[in-house]
């Protein structure tokens, strides 16, 4: 009598749990039916903020009165023990970042000889200086005159007039990397010199005078690397000699791809590097500053704001979709009626969304196919994402609304169409694995392209199960082989959206339940020995962001409630439901310090690229921890242990 009262106890609390968490997250909804969330970086964007502020000489006004000083606040605050910003909360010193923070305050009007800007000085010295910066903060100091344009690789603009079968050409890199590449070759073909009013300079950021340092090429290591840094000493010096009259051609291509996809107040690309180049483009081809595009392209900036008090940020970009239908998920799981105000506003904005009418950059891979999906940001018509239209997808099936079916079928017919060679799906392109263009000078970051990953495929192969397209189906059956073989030694997959193996592992898991894999198989079991030996000691999961470095893999600093949750969700989906394991892991959670919607976490758990950029996404610690308690409960509370757990 006493056990049973124990379990009734412990169901019912978890009830309770549940209710008030779901109750919280739909007090969140917009009144429109969307989500948003705050979305974090590190200091880059915020000091790129005032950097861009100060390139225009737009320093007065509210901006020196309001937004400026917050974001100093905000950087400020940001700045760790080692003297410098880290890329993500309570990382390692970054040079890069460093350094870009360092400037913004110094523009802001801090003294280099206070304290906190002591500290990074000498931070940023011991580490050789500001000439080993990566590429892109190299480029910032060149257009403020604080670095010699030697010290940037050559990237002529020139490129955007390459036919198509050249080695290098803007179909053979991201969206990302070309939505920021096309505005930034205006500005380093046109090498325009920052406004500065104040002129303020950090020459003492370098070891020595910047006009003689040697600055680090990308990859000179490797035979590639070397090959394209000879080919960057010989572009270097016959670009002088360019004709006039192909740099003028070439502008004109450059605006020609820009203009299309300014996206209105959304920014190109819908991400904050792009719409910050964008702006600066214009601004060093005079275009006045009243013009459409020009004041459109502005405007994009200043909507990725966030002010808190005497603190402002500025985020990366906006993730409502996202957010939407991930929290959308999470109100099913919990038993969300279907036909209630919550989900049938959601599915309306959600439906309202969907790119029906653009071809975007996509279609360069894949001519013949309809156009159909979801973006990532509100707007961005030219660059929906499989991984937002798969999760869109299999909300919408859930919902069991008709009006949702021609969506559905439109949206599954797009992934098809956008699996890649591979069996696996990238991002935003099929087929964008020109894994040798990672080594030419400019790609120090690693990022330049959008080849197929494990979570991304995991997503598109949960939603095919789902939609009932069968094993033996050609794209069901090629991605699941292509998550086999991704499969890593030790039992784990790679996570590149989400950190990290916790990530990757649970989409993994979660897809090969949808499609009815065999949880006893040596693969399964060995994913689910993987998962349990990293759970830590108060039962929850937490991996670092440093783990994206090979030899620092499996470091730990806490437990999250989003990595906790998304453990959960992979043991569940490979049958573990009953075991100690996932028992503690509720625990945990149910114990862990809760705010409204929300668990508490500091801890970055989202990845821009692996090793370069990391993300906070509010609302992971809001919809993921509710989405596993929601399953637990829900698969304690039914008879079958087996059901398709595709998310």
Known sequence: MGVLATQTDFESDLDDLVRDSREALKDRQRDDGHWIFE??????????????QHFLGTVEGAFAADVQPKIANYLRDRQAE???WPLFHAGDFDLSATVKAYYALKLAGDDAE??????????????GGAARCNVFTRIALALFGQAPWRAVPVMPIEITLLPRWFPFHLEKVSYWSRTVIVPLLILMALKPRAKNPRGVDVR??????PEHCAYPMNATGTALGAAFSALDKVL????????????????????????????????LGGIFPAMANAVMAYEALGTPRDDPDFATARAAVDKLLMFHGDRAYCQPCLSPIWDTCLALHALLESREDPQGQAVQKAIDWLLEREITGTYGDWVWRRPGLKPSGWAFQYWNDHYPDVDDTAVVVMALDRANDPRCRPAIERAAEWIIGMQSKTGGWGSFDPENQYTYLNYIP????????DPPTVDVTARCLSMLAQLGYPRDHPAVRKAVEFLKREQETDGSWFGRWGTNYVYGTWSALSALNAVGEDLQAPHVRKAVRWLEGFQREDGGWGEDCATYWQERRG???????????????????AGEVDSESVERGIAHLQAAPRNGAKWDE??????GFPRVFYLRYDGYSAYFPLWALARYRNLISGNARRVALGM
Do not use: C
Request: proline share 6%.
């Open 602 to 607: 500091a801890l970055y758990t989202g990845i």
């Open 39 to 52: 979305f974090e970086a590190d200091a880059t964007i915020p000091a790129e903020y005032i950097l861009l």
């Open 555 to 573: 470091e730990s600093k806490a437990s999250t409630p989003s990595q906790t949750a998304w453990a959960l969700l992979g043991l569940m989906a």
């Open 236 to 267: 270097r010096s016959v670009e002088p000699a360019f004709p006039k009259r192909g740099r003028k051609l070439a502008i004109q291509k450059a605006l020609d791809f820009i203009v299309p996809r300014l996206n209105g107040e959304d920014g």
């Open 204 to 209: 003492e950021l370098f070891a020595e005078d």
């Open 82 to 84: 080692h003297g410098g």
């Open 114 to 127: 206070a304290p906190h800007m002591r500290r990074a000085r000498d931070a940023v010295l011991a580490r």
């Open 442 to 449: 400019f790609a120090d970051h690693g990022a330049l392209l």
